[in-house]
């Protein structure tokens, strides 16, 4: 009745997406709900306030509190590129194990969108999270490791690597490919969705994404026989999940031409990456993207952007991916009439028009308004 969410506000236009979606959040569930439930939110400090603090970008406290939770937020933690510190991000889902980014993909009405039919696209992608390029090991051009691990491939494994170039690993194991397409696979049955799609680069790179493509088939064969059924099978039962497989690069054409056809996605943490924002962006952009990391104990919910530190402090961002990553929690807890609240409230926003810079850049003849008054749209239409 009471669950506690302990939440970390973020770098860049963090703060300001806080103030204006926290409110929505609560106000929603005052309103669906007559029983005194209601969210204990609790903070923890990370990025650049943890650092003014106390000296550390990822406190031991606020690991600590994680490591025993079972339900987190976080704005956006800034991650420099080219240098510095590698990521925060990738920091706390490998400490934490959240092995699953999920994120629904699905339409507003009135969005102007880049594609014809964008209201074709209901689609989650489940994005290995913690192996691929977030386990990835790099050593630049032109220094001893990598002259001395191109040395090994040439002396030790008889491969040629051009002496100049820079090097990377990217690890995938079985079991973390496994528990991915096996979480993804779950989800499908439960939510009685169609199918659940592989997409890999298995074609080229044969031992690390064509086996993400293989242990995905050997996953729904073993653990869910009679339930999943490989595609090609179409005389299996209608209440049958089916599982199939796409090439990266062909399932972005897929996706742009055919999006009806795919329901669940899994797919590893590059191509996840990827795939997922191309398909935010036919459906509006990240502005309205929302998503979770999750373990098998904690889901740890967070907006699909960046700090945007071009526009942070100036009321100019779009709260809507925090918001809509809060309701995404509220249905993780059960509390399915509060998010509808959510969700009818931003589809009653966006069909008056009233939208942040993002959005009204993609609609001709809307208000623009700022990331507080947005908000505030929002608490008024959750009465409605």
């Known amino acids: 009745m009471k669950p506690i969410v302990y939440w970390i506000e973020g770098d860049g236009i963090g703060p300001e997406v806080w103030r204006a979606a926290r409110p929505v959040i609560d106000r929603a569930v005052e309103l669906a709900y007559t029983d005194g439930r209601h969210l204990v939110w609790q903070e923890l400090l990370a990025g650049q306030k943890a650092f003014a603090a106390t000296g550390s970008y990822l406190p031991e406290a606020t690991l600590a509190a994680l490591k025993g939770a079972s339900l987190a937020m976080k704005g956006p933690l800034e991650t420099p590129v080219g240098g510095g510190f590698r990521s925060l991000n990738v920091t706390l889902r490998q400490t934490l194990d959240l092995y699953a980014c999920i994120r629904p993909i699905r339409y ?15 689609m989650v992608v489940f994005r290995e999270n913690t192996e691929d ?20 491939l040439r002396d030790e494994l008889g491969r ?25 696979i779950r989800f499908a049955l439960d939510q009685g969705r169609r199918s659940v799609t592989l997409v890999h680069k298995g074609n080229i790179m044969k031992y690390t994404e064509g086996a993400f493509r293989a242990w995905g088939y050997e996953v729904a064969a073993k653990e869910f026989a009679g339930q999943v059924v490989p595609e090609g099978q179409e005389s299996c039962p209608p209440a049958a999940l089916i599982i199939k497989d796409r090439i990266a690069d062909a399932m972005f054409q897929e996706v742009l031409l055919r999006p ?39 889901a740890f919910f967070e907006p699909t952007h960046g700090t945007a ?20 929690l509220l249905e993780h807890l059960g509390w399915r009439e509060a998010a ?6 931003v589809a009653q926003a966006i069909r008056q028009r009233t939208v942040t810079v993002d959005l009204a850049a993609q609609m001709p003849g809307a208000q623009q308004v700022g990331c507080a008054a947005f908000g505030d749209i929002l608490l008024h239409a959750l009465e409605a």
């Open 160 to 184: 040629a690597v051009e002496p100049t170039s820079a090097l990377g690993i990217k690890p995938m194991t079985e079991a973390g490919c496994k528990r991915l397409v096996r979480r993804a």
């Open 340 to 345: 509808a609240r959510i969700h009818q409230a």
């Open 309 to 328: 530190p071009s526009i942070a402090g100036k009321d100019l961002a779009n709260p809507g991916s925090l918001i809509l990553s809060g309701a995404l």
């Open 260 to 298: 009806e056809a795919y329901d669940v996605i899994a797919t590893t943490n590059l191509n996840g990456d990827y795939l997922s924002d191309a398909l935010a962006a036919q459906v509006g952009g990240l502005g309205l993207a929302p998503g979770v990391n999750m373990s098998d104990t904690l």
């Open 108 to 122: 507003f009405p009135g969005i102007e969108s880049p594609v014809k039919y964008p209201e074709r696209v209901d």
């Open 133 to 152: 390029v977030y386990a990835g090991i790099e050593w630049p051009a032109g220094s001893p490791e990598a002259s001395r691990l191109i040395a090994f």
